[in-house]
């Protein structure tokens, strides 16, 4: 190497580094950081390191874990790796990963060498299993633990990654993970290259990096006259201009040159002054392409298209790749290099194998396409990409295999490329009525994935010329609407009138279609597609009846689900039932939630998400929360994006109601960047109320009523019921824990009256607590005890276990004798699931404990106070712990300690936090940092819980009180 001094020190420190680390190589293509990546591999074999190579493939880069595959695939145990003693036979683990006797790393004979977990996560996330694959941190974690153990075994590890910016989202993720917490595990690097001109996730993985640039003057000059030493002064200074100090235009440019008449060459290569280089060294390697006979140029094109490494040494392959035969043609003229044991030939730069496929016909790709969908016919998804490239004409066939790989694609999380590949499937279908089913589906699940322009792009060309509106097309408007806007009262007209019509025409099967075969019933056509839309026009009309929240929209529901038959699912009835009126349709559907919750992985994510929501009004959400966290970071990033953001409420609200309220705060505050990125007005005020109910429970007033006031600016007059129920709830806790009960009464009865319970209205049950302390410290005894009663005669304690915990609470709390209260004191806090919801069991034990105090004397009290003060300071609501606190020193208990302050924010979390309270957006913080606007929101998404706030209008308030500036590093 020439000019590398510096880069060649470098890389040769942190490859002998004891300590594990992470850098990027950063620079343009042909600058030479694939030579550099060659020498840190050979200065590590050298030291007696383990050397893991692998390469990005521009193929495969919409397949979850394809990249991390590839390169973790020479450390991933094999059940052939075993021999009969069960060991390894190449030195690599076995799938048992237990060892006979005394392992290399010390550890005793027959244990694990990696935990179940691991081996879990890893079976998940490369398809070896049929569950989800497991969420960026979990599968991070799964990978440190693996790199751990294969360097323990005595030799440190380097894994090198060429050309990451072709590496899947998925991958990189983790990549990016795992490399910002090397540091401090001896023995593990990482050495990733990537082009500085072509966008990667590497670019906010926060990695140190070593910018790769062009050779000075001096250096360039040297290197082409080692190189080249015959060139004529007027081709050499051409060369030297053209080439501007990039390494591999030194060496292929003069070749160019001189193969060929020279006035030619050296106008071709003046005519392409002002090309990018790389589409200039191209144009070379296409010159000797060109000169290359049919058959080898197929095999090349082959070897292009499957991904075949640009260079060679990478290790086995993770799946069959097309392997180049006959090809030493190509090597001759200096296109491939062949690996010296293996003897495969592999392409010499990622610039020959762009040149490749660019210098081919499309008749020679879809030709290649074809071969290597035989090839990867045991990999659905692989097959389906040279499917999809390799046919032309209609073919029912190769549509119905891209539609299985799409519904394959959404359940593993990657919703945004099945929407291609439905659409492509739609292409390729033979008849009209095939293409219009699967270009609705298309449309559907671009709604779900947030392409909501393209949904409705899809669901139009979905509908038959002269037809009615399609009811692709009443989905992809009412999704936009509904998100969007919060528009409520039109969608639900307008999607009642779709599900009549698709109804009728489904009774009426009798019509003829141009498109059915004489074998086929005139009703079948009808019959494949028009079921499945018309359970998600009915799931979507019941969303929107829900969002509405008012009786007219239910009952009208109600009607069109018993209009529908037969053909309304128990799906459909479940959460007709449940998201509409628990207290008066939720009994007898917990065990049905709990039966359909045990086959998740099997489940589109919109079906995971419905059926969660039908969890949370049972308050039997808890046991679904740990699959939902697995698979929402994979939903937000290449699956249903809807349905992501709508598990991460349902995460929110279980945090919120187990008391983990620090982690429901940074979910809230995720949840919410993501609705407002997107302009989902409807889920980000939806988060705000979330929010909103937190800093009430939290006894932050301003705050909850600040956010309060912004949701019922915004869902009043759009008539979205469901939030402005919130936020009256919101009111109520709030005025609650600031002890203004009057307050807090008034918007109890805003909900729902004392004594009833209004129907359609799901926080009428909710706020069950609210409105009788609310009333009982109003002298509205009366009232309160007949609304508990109420509670007690609709058979709330049947219903769902917070309800009961929250009814016996009511009824002890208004009972007309001390046997009557006790009795009721205790089935709440003997209830079975009580501890799961420990602010209303605190709020029933600081009741409880003050009506021992007044009765039954100091003593009688402290228990339950205890309890009562313990919970509340442990959940963080002072305002409810003083009164806990007041309470027991009036019982003669010694007043409490206060909890430790907050920890001080990170120097870059301070001065993001300042740009924004100063009123700028992400996006200019972003350009005044250099950063990207998801690095700034996930800074934000840091410092709000540690500042005590949930909003940007609370910054500024919130940094004038921090008193120790955090040293810039």
Not at 1 to 16: K, P, Q, T, Y
Not at 61 to 66: D, E, N, Q, T
Not at 258 to 276: K, N
Not at 741 to 755: D, K, R
Request: charged share 25%; aromatic share 4%; proline share 6%.
């Amino acid at each position: 190497m020439v000019g590398r001094d510096g880069e060649r020190a470098r890389l040769s420190a942190f490859v002998r580094a004891p300590d594990g680390q992470a850098l990027v190589l950063r620079g343009e293509a042909g600058v030479g950081k694939s030579t550099l990546l060659d020498l840190a591999a050979r200065l590590a074999a050298e030291d007696g390191q383990s050397v893991v190579r692998a390469t990005g493939v521009e193929a495969e880069s919409g397949l979850p874990h394809a990249g991390l595959h590839q390169l973790l695939y020479p450390l991933l145990p094999t059940p052939d790796d075993l021999s009969s003693d069960n060991r390894p036979r190449d030195g690599r683990p076995s799938d048992d990963l237990c060892s006979d006797d005394l392992s290399s790393d010390g550890r005793p004979a027959g244990a694990p060498l990696l935990s179940a977990a691991t081996r879990a996560a890893f079976d998940a996330a490369f398809g070896r299993s049929d569950g989800p694959p497991p969420p960026v941190m979990t599968l991070g974690i799964a990978v440190l633990d693996l790199l751990s153990w294969a360097a323990a075994k005595g030799r440190p590890l380097l894994l090198v990654l060429d050309d990451g910016q072709w590496l899947d989202g998925a991958s990189a993720e983790v990549c990016g993970f795992v490399g910002r917490r090397l540091a401090g595990r001896p023995g593990v690097k990482l050495l990733v290259a990537v082009r500085a001109d072509t966008p990667s996730r590497f670019d906010t993985a926060a990695l140190p990096e070593a910018p790769i640039d062009a050779l000075a003057d001096a250096d360039a000059t040297r290197l082409l006259d080692l190189h080249h030493p015959e060139l004529g002064r007027q081709l050499r200074g051409l060369v030297l201009e053209q080439a501007g100090g990039n390494p591999l235009a030194l060496l292929e440019l003069p070749a160019h040159l001189t193969t060929g008449p020279g006035d030619r060459a050296t106008q071709d290569l003046l005519g392409l002054h002002g090309v990018p280089l790389p589409r200039r060294i191209q144009q070379i390697y296409a010159a000797r392409l060109a000169r290359l006979g049919d058959a080898v140029r197929a095999e090349l094109l082959r070897g292009a298209l499957d991904g075949s490494a640009a260079r060679p040494g990478d290790g086995p392959a993770p799946v069959a790749r097309y392997r180049m035969r006959e090809v030493d043609e190509a090597v001759a003229c200096g296109l491939l290099v062949v690996e010296p044991v293996t003897g495969e030939a592999a392409f010499r730069h990622p610039l020959v194998r762009s040149s490749v496929v660019q210098l081919a016909t499309p008749d020679q790709r879809r030709s290649a396409h074809r071969v290597l969908a035989q090839l990867h016919r045991e990999y659905p998804e692989r097959r389906a990409i040279h499917l999809a490239a390799a046919t032309v004409d209609p073919e029912e066939g190769v549509a119905a295999d891209l539609e299985a790989a799409a519904r394959s694609a959404t359940r593993r999380g990657g919703a945004r490329m099945a929407v291609s590949w439905l659409t492509r499937a739609a292409e390729l279908s033979e008849t009209r009525v095939d293409r219009s089913r699967r270009l609705g589906e298309a449309a559907y699940v671009a709604g779900q994935a947030d392409h909501l322009g393209r949904a409705r792009s899809l669901a139009l060309a979905a509908a038959a010329p002269g037809a009615d509106e399609s009811p692709a097309a009443v989905l992809a408007d009412s999704y936009l609407a509904l998100y969007r806007d919060g528009e409520v009262r039109a969608t639900h007209r307008r999607i009642v009138a779709a599900v009549e019509r698709l109804r009728d025409s489904r009774d009426r099967p009798d019509r003829e279609h141009p498109d059915h075969g004489p074998d086929q019933r005139p009703d079948q056509w009808l019959d494949r597609g028009t079921d499945e839309v018309l359970d998600r026009l009915v799931s979507l009309l019941l969303a929107v009846s829900q969002y509405a929240g008012n009786r007219a929209a239910w009952q009208r529901t109600h009607e069109v689900l018993a209009g529908l038959g037969d053909l309304a699912t128990e799906r459909a009835w479940m959460y007709g039932s449940t998201w509409s009126d628990v207290v008066r349709h939720g009994a007898g559907w917990s065990r049905r939630v709990e039966r359909a919750s045990a086959g998740l992985a099997d489940q589109d994510p919109w079906d995971v998400t419905r059926l969660a929501v039908s969890a949370y009004h049972l308050d039997v959400l808890s046991p679904l929360r740990p699959y939902l966290e697995r698979v929402v970071d994979r939903e937000l990033d290449t699956g249903a994006m809807s349905s992501g953001i709508v598990m991460l409420h349902l995460v929110l609200l279980d945090q919120l109601a187990l008391g983990q309220w620090d982690a429901a705060e940074r979910t809230g505050h995720r949840a919410l960047a993501l609705a407002t990125e997107r302009g989902h007005g409807l889920f980000a005020h939806q988060t705000r109320a979330y929010l909103a109910q937190l800093a009430a429970v939290r006894g932050r007033t301003a705050e909850a009523r600040e956010l309060q006031a912004a949701v019922d600016a915004w869902a009043r007059p759009r008539g979205v019921g469901f939030l402005t129920q919130v936020a009256d709830a919101v009111g109520a806790t709030a005025a609650l824990g600031d002890g203004d009960y009057e307050t807090a009464f008034l918007h109890a009865i805003g909900i729902t009256a004392p004594g009833a319970f209004r129907p359609y209205a799901y926080q009428a049950s909710r706020t069950l607590l609210d409105l009788v302390e609310a009333a009982l410290h109003t002298g509205r005894a009366e009232q309160a005890r007949a609304h508990a009663l109420a509670a007690r005669d609709a058979g709330l304690p049947d219903l769902s276990p917070r309800l009961a915990l929250v009814t016996h609470g009511a009824l002890a709390m208004t009972a007309e004798d001390d046997t009557e209260a006790a009795a009721h004191y205790a089935r709440a806090q003997s209830h079975p699931a009580a501890e799961r919801f420990p602010f209303e069991l605190a709020r029933i034990r600081l009741a409880h404990g003050i009506g021992l105090r007044r009765l039954q004397g100091a003593a009688a009290a402290r228990l339950p106070l205890t309890q009562a003060a313990k919970a509340f300071d442990r959940l963080g609501a002072p305002a409810w712990a003083a009164r806990a606190h007041a309470e027991l020193r009036a019982a003669g208990v010694a007043p409490h300690t206060h909890p430790p302050a907050p920890l001080p924010l990170t120097w870059q979390e301070r001065r993001v936090a300042e740009l924004a309270a100063g009123g700028l957006t992400n996006k200019e913080i972003g350009e005044q940092m250099r950063l990207s606007p998801r690095t700034v929101s996930a800074h934000l998404y840091r410092a709000f819980p540690k500042l005590g706030i949930t909003t940007r209008a609370a910054l500024r308030d919130a940094l004038t009180r921090i008193s120790q500036p955090t040293p810039a590093p």
